[in-house]
């Protein structure tokens, strides 16, 4: 299994509050990913890290901020939570043209 | 617009039997092509890739088939097996320089009866 860990695993809130998921990796890889999956959906990407302090928008970014000041270190913000926000997240690692490792997910209920 | 397909949301098959999972994509720039197993309450977890200059990829029970000319990918498991049951989902990545990330189609449910 590839070093990825999501934490905090399950979380509750409530909508208008802001919410900070963690990934971290053990492997050292340089690009790192945020996805949420959704029934009728599948994986959509957040957003991506392709280095320390170099981050881009994915497919489904609006309400969404992330920060990678380390290279283990990739996180995803929720500024102000809504209850579309619901949602299982996982954080992946992995270069372009090769195979992604996924972490274990972090299933967020916001109320 | 979905770029990546799976058209069936649910497949049961016999243990035993040939598990033959679809997939079709639209972009003609996907040139790197990976299936993911899923059970509940964990992670994707990769499962087989092909690259656009081969047709087929095999590795164990599992093969991938790729036509290219039809914009197609499938998985075949054989035998398939209850520990198989699971969503799988096919994914396609366009080259290095693009936006990076994969593609996902919305996953197929697989159910192996013993």
């Known amino acids: 299994d590839a070093g990825i860990t999501q934490s905090p695993r399950h979380k509750v809130t409530e909508t208008g509050t802001p919410v900070t998921l963690r990934c971290h990796q053990t492997e050292n890889h340089r690009y790192m990913y945020w996805y949420r999956q959704d029934p009728g959906h599948g994986l959509r990407l957040i957003h991506y890290?392709?280095?320390?302090?170099?981050?881009d928008k994915g497919e489904v970014s609006d309400g969404y901020s992330v920060s990678r000041s380390k290279t283990e270190d990739f996180l995803l913000t929720l500024e102000s939570a809504t209850s579309s926000q619901t949602s299982v997240y996982f954080c992946a690692i992995g270069q372009v043209q090769e195979t992604q490792y996924f972490g274990p997910g972090t299933r967020l209920l916001v109320l | 617009d979905q770029q990546v397909k799976q058209n069936s949301p649910s497949l049961s098959v016999q243990e035993g039997r040939i598990s033959i999972l679809n997939c079709d994509y639209t972009?003609?720039?996907?040139?790197?092509f990976l299936w993911y197993k899923k059970y509940p309450a964990e992670g994707p977890t990769f499962l087989i890739s092909?690259?656009?200059?081969?047709d087929k990829n095999e590795d164990g029970r599992f093969t991938v088939f790729l036509n290219k000319s039809a914009k197609h990918l499938s998985l075949h498991i054989v035998p398939s097996q209850p520990g198989d049951s699971a969503v799988y989902f096919c994914a396609a990545s366009a080259p290095a320089g693009s936006q990076g990330n994969l593609i996902f189609g919305k996953g197929t449910k697989l159910s192996v009866k013993p």
């Open positions: 890290s392709y280095g320390v302090k170099d981050t």
């Open positions: 092909i690259s656009s200059i081969k």
């Open positions: 972009n003609s720039m996907f040139d790197y």
